[in-house]
């Protein structure tokens, strides 16, 4: 899915003050996602050391969350680290 922005933006209404206070807000969420999708790609790699059916189930579902929290991540922030 892909967007992209007319060449001409209307301003956005309100106040700047809030409007700052908002985007901080997700800034601040988006680098929340970030640290938890580097903490489940950490714990895969953990994982890479041992063998159960648990294990591979756990891997399976933290790459598939980590996968989608990326996603969020990108939406909002156009720079994602993730």
């Known amino acids: 899915m892909s967007s992209t922005l007319?060449?001409?933006?209307?301003?956005?209404?309100?106040?700047p003050t809030t409007?700052?206070?908002?985007?901080?807000?997700?800034?601040?969420?988006?680098?929340a996602i970030h640290d938890a999708v580097a903490g489940l790609r950490a714990a895969i790699a953990d994982t890479k050391q041992h063998e159960s059916d648990a294990l591979e189930q756990l891997t399976e579902n933290a790459r598939k969350v980590s996968d989608r929290l990326t996603r969020c991540c990108r939406r909002s922030r156009s720079r994602c680290r993730c």
């Open 6 to 15: 007319p060449p001409s933006v209307a301003p956005i209404p309100g106040s």
């Open 19 to 31: 409007i700052r206070a908002k985007a901080a807000r997700f800034a601040a969420t988006a680098d």
